[in-house]
């Protein structure tokens, strides 16, 4: 059973989530999230939050585990800023699934 929820990011912006059961793991650069990210891919997670700013730099990791039912990977913003990486991801996902933006109804410029 897939039950458990991760977070991957710099410690000043996920440990404060361990608040609310999920399991922390550090990184402070793009090779330990990608070897993460392949790590609980395989260790039952359901849903594994990473931070934007990491998550912008292993975009081809995230792409192939998105072929997997499990886990859901979700950037997320960090207590520093969002580069809306996470945003346009979701935005993306809908587009593909319904074949039209819903979310925010942009006319082409």
């Known amino acids: 059973m897939y039950n458990k929820v991760g977070v991957i990011g710099d410690k000043d912006s996920v440990t404060a989530l361990k608040v609310v059961g999920a399991e922390i793991f550090n990184a402070d650069n793009a090779e330990q999230a990608r070897e993460l990210v ?12 990473i931070t934007e700013q990491l998550a912008v730099q292993i975009a081809d990791t995230l792409n192939k585990a998105k072929s997997q039912p499990f886990p859901a990977i979700v950037p997320i913003p960090t207590s520093f800023n969002s580069n809306g990486f996470g945003m346009d991801g979701i935005k993306k996902d809908v587009e593909k699934a319904l074949g039209t933006d819903i979310l925010f ?5």
């Not at 392949?38 to 594994?48: G, N, W």
């Not at 109804?105 to 410029?109: A, G, Q, R, V």
């Open 38 to 49: 392949k790590k609980l891919s395989h260790d039952k997670f359901a849903v594994v939050f």
């Open 105 to 109: 109804n942009e006319e082409d410029k």
